[in-house]
Nanobody, 124 residues
Framework: QVQLVESGGGLVQAGGSLRLSCAAS????????MGWFRQSPGQEREFVAT????????YYADSVKGRFTISRDRAKNTVYLQMNTLKPSDTAVYYC?????????????????WGKGTLVTVSS
């Protein structure tokens, strides 16, 4: 059974930093893309960043480019999201996802597995 468990969320002031972690288990992810998505109250879920498990290639939404960094530790089966220069608009529940993803129109489709999310709140 595949599990994705997020951690690291919390309350931070604008301009601060947080690092989210996603511990993955239950299968081999070598053919998968891992990603982070977020959803604010009343908003649709939004793509944040993805990383290819084997090559480490990364892809970011324009809204976080230059501020967020996605990475993975294959030995620990863990994906990270380092978030710097946080803004109140980054407040959301952040979800980890994994799947045999393809991109269309700049959006990663095909995420098969999802975590339960971790809340990030950025105060002004």
């Amino acid at each position: 059974q595949v599990q994705l468990v997020e951690s690291g969320g919390g309350l931070v002031q604008a301009g601060g930093s947080l690092r989210l972690s996603c511990a993955a288990s239950g299968r081999t992810f070598s053919s998968y893309v891992m990603g982070w998505f977020r959803q604010s109250p009343g908003q649709e879920r939004e793509f944040v960043a993805t990383i290819t498990w084997t090559s480490g290639s990364t892809y970011y939404a324009d809204s976080v480019k230059g501020r967020f960094t996605i990475s993975r530790d294959r030995a620990k089966n863990t994906v990270y999201l380092q978030m710097n220069t946080l803004k109140p608009s980054d407040t959301a529940v952040y979800y980890c996802a994994a799947g045999p993803t393809y991109y269309a129109g700049g959006y990663p489709y095909g995420m098969t597995y999802w975590g339960k999310g971790t809340l990030v709140t950025v105060s002004s």
